[in-house]
Nanobody, 130 residues
Framework: EVQLVESGGGNVQVGGSLRLSCVVS????????MGWFRQAPGKEREQISC????????YYRDSVKGRFTMSGDNAKKTVYLQMNNLRLEDTGVYYC???????????????????????WGKGTLVTVSS
């Protein structure tokens, strides 16, 4: 059974930090590309980052570049999203997703436009307040 379980969400003030985790099971984690997505209130879900678990290359949406860092631990079958300097507009439900088998990723465009999502977690809520 495939499972993706996110954790680490919560309430934080503007400028604060959070680290989200996503523990996965049931598929070959090492050879997969993974992504973090978020859905803000009243908006569509959008992808904000991706990583190739095979070589660790990661890419980001412009709105989070320089503030968020995605990483993976193959031994723990876990991906992380370190979020710093949080803004009000970062509020939303954050989801991790398994995008598909990938030896590497070469660009944000590749992971954003050329991959679907094979599996999803249920999400974790991040609320940023002033």
């Amino acid at each position: 059974e495939v499972q993706l379980v996110e954790s680490g969400g919560g309430n934080v003030q503007v400028g604060g930090s959070l680290r989200l985790s996503c523990v996965v099971s049931g598929f070959p984690f090492d050879g997969y590309a993974m992504g973090w997505f978020r859905q803000a209130p009243g908006k569509e879900r959008e992808q904000i980052s991706c990583i190739s678990n095979n070589d660790g290359k990661s890419y980001y949406r412009d709105s989070v570049k320089g503030r968020f860092t995605m990483s993976g631990d193959n031994a723990k079958k876990t991906v992380y999203l370190q979020m710093n300097n949080l803004r009000l507009e970062d509020t939303g439900v954050y989801y991790c997703a398994a995008m598909g088998p990938a030896e590497t990723l070469n660009s944000w465009y590749e992971c954003y436009a050329q991959y679907g999502q094979d599996y999803w977690g249920k999400g974790t809520l991040v609320t940023v307040s002033s």
